[in-house]
Structure formats: structure tokens, C-alpha cells
């Protein structure tokens, strides 16, 4: 029971991380400059 209870936290924390990664690498693609950053930010907020 523990074995399965621990590979379903595995399981979660996994696919928590890659949905994590992909907004950020999507977010970081939108805004390439530093300067951008609020204005991206703003624009995250609309929808698109």
C-alpha cells in the first residue's frame, strides 16, 4: 500500500513538473526581453 501511495506521488509530481516547464517555457518564449517583463505580464491576463 505504501509502494503504491508513494508511486502515485511520484506519478503526480511528475506530471505537476512538466506542466509547470511548459508554461514557463512557454511565458519565457513570449517574452524574450528583461524590459518586457510587466507589459508580458499584462498581456498574459487578456485573453488571447
Do not use: Q
Amino acid at each position: 500500500m505504501i509502494a503504491t501511495l508513494t508511486a502515485l506521488l511520484a506519478i503526480a509530481a511528475l506530471l505537476a513538473g512538466l506542466a509547470m516547464g511548459r508554461v514557463v517555457r512557454r511565458s519565457a518564449r513570449r517574452e524574450r526581453l528583461p524590459r518586457d517583463f510587466d507589459f508580458g505580464l499584462y498581456k498574459r491576463t487578456e485573453p488571447k
